[in-house]
């Protein structure tokens, strides 16, 4: 038989799949913004990158468990108010978990499928978000070592936590564990209830009770008593004790002693489906057509059902940074806020960023008509300089003219002359117009009645950025024919029809 002591010294604390769901979603917000920006575009990249880290800083846990709150399994949804309350009083010192009933955690396909959602269910205090199987009591033993306070409800006594209530005390000691009650029976009687459970030997004078009837919830009764039992806890964690050992070891067996020294499979499936879907997602969003109406229309519905997800969260967040301000914690409601302003920020600012790609992308409608609008407008321009240099050779002895400024000039400056012909505007003659270069080059001179004459030229425009401002380069000469150049250089071998 194995020596169950060795094989405790490598039990694994519960698993915390929020906490590894965030840190997942925060790797896979840069990995789909590189796997998008290729294809899609730089802003579709950080859009799609800022609404995953959105998602993450929502679902953040604030830092490992080191408050527990433990009750019948039967209690989940019913506790969620009562938790949320002693959180917000507790404030940023303590993160308040529980153990989520192994029957209820969410099904392994629907983990696999949308582990997303299933962290938008558990953030919040809205569930229990620690889970362990029929390991959990090997678990929690490990979990309990760094454990500063420990909430057990006996309002619902069932054997299960009869087990919880000996483990707490043995493991963690009565100075860090706090008995929830109410005023169905008197103090008295829920004392002596812990006497049976916990045995003479234990006084149960020393027990700390805390009354958490509705009445005082709304109250600030429960946040003195709470905050009074805090301030008496022991400094530290309790580490590891002998007696909490012992009884993992009298009520464990060693198949269970022995699953709980591996990851959760929850946790491994929760890593693989945020990879996978965070892959496909990118994948898909780069290459499925997004003008197809069916497309649009199941991307629309899933969405709105996340949108509705995500939004139930927030309001859970709002609640908590509210009640971190009601229980004094000011600055802690603060940080609350501040961060519930960056989710809201990059949530808005994934979408923002989107719409700047599809508007003023390469590929976007609006780029496309606004490049085509700059390479007809160039056309134009280089017509435009045809008909100058015909006028500028009839008028000046020296033919063409080999530069765009004695084309043009400021007619208010004084009288037209050969190196300002005040024929084009002075924004073509600075050879910049339409997101294009001007240029006249290769000019042709002969002697004409013995004086120099240019009797040919080239002029070429370019895209000042190839793709954005204009896909073509074009080229003009003395012939008046207009060609271009399909890469946006001056190599012009196409005429313009």
Same mark, same amino acid.
């Given at each position: 038989?194995?020596?169950?002591?060795?094989?405790?010294?490598?039990?694994?604390?519960?698993?915390?799949?929020?906490?590894?769901?965030?840190?997942?979603?925060?790797?896979?917000?840069?990995?789909?913004?590189?796997?998008?920006? $290729? &294809? !899609?575009?730089?802003?579709?990249?950080?859009?799609? &990158? +800022?609404?995953?880290? !959105?998602?993450?800083?929502?679902?953040?846990? $604030?830092?490992?468990?080191?408050?527990?709150?433990?009750?019948?399994?039967?209690?989940?949804?019913?506790?969620?108010?009562?938790?949320?309350?002693?959180? &917000?009083?507790?404030?940023?010192?303590?993160?308040?978990?529980?153990?989520?009933?192994?029957?209820?955690? !969410?099904?392994?396909?629907?983990?696999?499928?949308?582990?997303?959602?299933?962290?938008?269910?558990?953030?919040?205090?809205?569930?229990?978000?620690?889970?362990?199987?029929?390991?959990?009591?090997?678990?929690?033993?490990?979990?309990?070592?760094?454990?500063?306070? @420990?909430?057990?409800?006996?309002?619902?006594?069932?054997?299960?936590?009869?087990?919880?209530?000996?483990?707490?005390?043995?493991?963690?000691? $009565?100075?860090?564990?706090?008995?929830?009650?109410?005023?169905?029976?008197?103090?008295?009687?829920?004392?002596?209830?812990?006497?049976?459970?916990?045995?003479?030997?234990?006084?149960?004078?020393?027990?700390?009770?805390?009354?958490?009837?509705?009445?005082?919830?709304? !109250?600030?009764?429960?946040?003195?008593?709470?905050?009074?039992? @805090?301030?008496?806890?022991?400094?530290?964690?309790?580490?590891?004790?002998?007696?909490?050992?012992?009884?993992?070891?009298?009520?464990?067996?060693?198949?269970?002693?022995?699953?709980?020294?591996?990851?959760?499979?929850?946790?491994?499936?929760?890593?693989?489906?945020?990879?996978?879907?965070?892959?496909?997602?990118?994948?898909?969003?780069?290459?499925?057509?997004?003008?197809?109406?069916?497309?649009?229309?199941?991307?629309?519905?899933?969405?709105?059902?996340?949108?509705?997800?995500?939004?139930?969260?927030?309001?859970?967040?709002?609640?908590?940074?509210?009640?971190?301000?009601?229980?004094?914690?000011?600055?802690?409601?603060?940080?609350?806020?501040?961060?519930?302003?960056?989710?809201?920020?990059?949530?808005?600012?994934?979408?923002?960023?989107?719409?700047?790609?599809?508007?003023?992308?390469?590929?976007?409608?609006?780029?496309?008509?606004?490049?085509?609008?700059?390479?007809?407008?160039?056309?134009?321009?280089?017509?435009?300089?045809?008909?100058?240099?015909?006028?500028?050779?009839?008028?000046?002895?020296?033919?063409?003219?080999?530069?765009?400024? &004695?084309?043009?000039?400021?007619?208010?400056?004084?009288?037209?002359?050969?190196?300002?012909?005040?024929?084009?505007?002075?924004?073509?003659?600075?050879?910049?117009?339409?997101?294009?270069?001007?240029?006249?080059?290769? +000019?042709?001179?002969?002697?004409?009645?013995?004086?120099?004459?240019?009797?040919?030229?080239?002029?070429?425009?370019?895209?000042?950025?190839?793709?954005?401002?204009?896909?073509?380069?074009?080229?003009?000469?003395?012939?008046?024919?207009?060609?271009?150049?399909?890469?946006?250089?001056?190599?012009?071998?196409?005429?313009?029809?």
């Amino acid at each position: 038989m194995p020596d169950q002591s060795d094989l405790l010294a490598h039990t694994r604390p519960l698993a915390d799949p929020l906490r590894v769901i965030t840190i997942v979603s925060v790797v896979s917000a840069f990995f789909l913004g590189l796997v998008t920006w $290729p &294809a !899609s575009g730089i802003f579709a990249g950080l859009g799609i &990158a +800022c609404s995953t880290l !959105s998602f993450a800083l929502l679902i953040a846990p $604030p830092g490992k468990p080191n408050a527990i709150y433990l009750r019948a399994f039967r209690t989940d949804k019913s506790t969620a108010a009562l938790r949320t309350r002693l959180a &917000a009083i507790l404030g940023t010192d303590f993160r308040l978990s529980g153990i989520r009933p192994p029957k209820e955690k !969410s099904p392994p396909f629907l983990r696999f499928l949308l582990p997303g959602i299933v962290a938008m269910r558990y953030a919040g205090s809205k569930f229990m978000e620690l889970e362990a199987g029929d390991d959990w009591m090997a678990r929690l033993w490990r979990t309990y070592q760094k454990t500063r306070l @420990v909430f057990i409800d006996i309002r619902e006594v069932t054997p299960h936590v009869h087990q919880e209530i000996e483990m707490t005390l043995q493991t963690v000691g $009565p100075d860090r564990c706090i008995f929830l009650i109410n005023r169905d029976k008197p103090e008295a009687e829920w004392r002596h209830l812990l006497t049976e459970i916990i045995g003479p030997e234990n006084d149960p004078s020393n027990l700390k009770l805390l009354d958490v009837s509705p009445d005082r919830l709304s !109250s600030r009764l429960i946040e003195a008593d709470l905050k009074s039992l @805090v301030a008496k806890l022991p400094p530290g964690v309790p580490g590891e004790s002998d007696r909490g050992r012992q009884f993992v070891l009298d009520h464990v067996s060693v198949e269970s002693i022995t699953k709980s020294r591996h990851p959760s499979a929850m946790t491994v499936i929760g890593i693989v489906a945020a990879l996978a879907i965070s892959s496909a997602f990118g994948l898909a969003w780069t290459f499925i057509p997004h003008d197809n109406i069916f497309i649009l229309l199941g991307l629309g519905c899933a969405l709105a059902f996340i949108f509705m997800l995500w939004g139930s969260s927030v309001v859970r967040v709002i609640a908590r940074a509210i009640g971190l301000g009601r229980a004094g914690h000011k600055r802690a409601a603060i940080r609350a806020w501040t961060a519930l302003l960056i989710v809201l920020l990059l949530f808005v600012g994934g979408p923002a960023l989107n719409a700047v790609q599809t508007l003023w992308g390469p590929e976007a409608p609006l780029m496309r008509s606004r490049k085509v609008a700059y390479e007809v407008s160039t056309i134009q321009a280089l017509r435009t300089l045809n008909t100058a240099e015909i006028l500028y050779s009839s008028t000046y002895p020296t033919g063409f003219a080999c530069s765009l400024f &004695a084309l043009g000039g400021n007619p208010n400056s004084g009288p037209a002359s050969p190196n300002a012909a005040q024929l084009i505007t002075d924004d073509l003659a600075g050879g910049k117009k339409f997101g294009y270069t001007f240029n006249i080059s290769n +000019c042709t001179k002969t002697k004409v009645n013995g004086q120099d004459s240019y009797t040919g030229y080239q002029i070429t425009a370019s895209p000042d950025v190839a793709g954005r401002n204009g896909d073509r380069g074009f080229c003009t000469d003395e012939s008046g024919v207009i060609r271009y150049d399909p890469n946006g250089g001056t190599n012009c071998s196409v005429e313009i029809q």
